[in-house]
T-cell receptor, first 116, second 114 residues
Framework: AQTVTQSQPEMSVQEAETVTLSCTYDTSESDYYLFWYKQPPSRQMILVIRQEAYKQQNATENRFSVNFQKAAKSFSLKISDSQLGDAAMYFC?????????????FGPGTRLSVLP | DTEVTQTPKHLVMGMTNKKSLKCEQH?????MYWYKQKAKKPPELMFVYSYEKLSINESVPSRFSPECPNSSLLNLHLHALQPEDSALYLC?????????????FGPGTRLTVT
């Protein structure tokens, strides 16, 4: 079974600074997808960024980028120019590419605080 | 339209009540999910419907009964719940055969069992 680990329960960053959230996963599969979801205090989970395992290039979405190290099974999220609205719980998630319509495996989450 | 809606937003029910949670999406997704989320924890998968058929039931107690009346709607019927069932219940949907496979989440229903 796949597992996802987020070793930082809480992180804080100064506004306008850069922060990196860590995620590692364990799988024997070669085809899979990785995601970062954000859940602000208003509680709706929002997709931040996705990475297909077969792509070597790291995904980027505006101020959000990932460092995907497939051999190390590491998938960290970098947030540049942090804003107050980035304060949220961040979940790393894994999804197998084998079985369509199947579930995600979520990490335990990292609570990010942004300091003004 | 990339929205998943859930009603009600909040629900307080006694242990002998029967209530239902509703979820709706109009993105043409054919997979829909129910999750339970406790405070400061990740979502825990409860049920998965694929093409309106139950494909995953994660050993959820029978006091939770899912229903998928059509491809846009997902219900969760609640009966004889326990106080430990108090949580945020999230609905999500996704494409079934699409390379990206991400799930879109609704805002959730905050359930309190008294």
């Amino acid at each position: 079974a796949q597992t996802v680990t987020q070793s930082q329960p809480e992180m804080s960053v100064q506004e306008a600074e850069t922060v990196t959230l860590s995620c590692t996963y364990d799988t024997s599969e070669s085809d899979y997808y990785l995601f970062w979801y954000k859940q602000p205090p208003s509680r709706q989970m929002i997709l931040v960024i996705r990475q297909e395992a077969y792509k070597q290039q790291n995904a980027t979405e505006n101020r959000f980028s990932v460092n995907f190290q497939k051999a190390a099974k590491s998938f960290s999220l970098k947030i540049s120019d942090s804003q107050l609205g980035d304060a949220a719980m961040y979940f790393c998630a894994y999804r197998s590419g084998r079985n369509y319509g199947q579930n995600f495996v979520f990490g335990p989450g990292t609570r990010l605080s942004v300091l003004p | 339209d990339t929205e998943v809606t859930q009603t009600p937003k909040h629900l307080v029910m006694g242990m002998t009540n029967k209530k239902s949670l509703k979820c709706e999406q109009h993105m043409g997704h054919r997979a829909m999910y129910w999750y339970k989320q406790k405070a400061k924890k990740p979502p825990e998968l409860m049920f998965v419907y694929s093409y309106e058929k139950l494909s995953i039931n994660e050993s959820v107690p029978s006091r939770f009964s899912p229903e998928c009346p059509n491809s846009s709607l997902l219900n969760l019927h609640l009966h004889a719940l326990q106080p430990e069932d108090s949580a945020l219940y999230l609905c999500a949907s996704s494409q079934v055969r699409l390379v990206t496979y991400e799930q879109y989440f609704g805002p959730g229903t905050r359930l309190t069992v008294t």
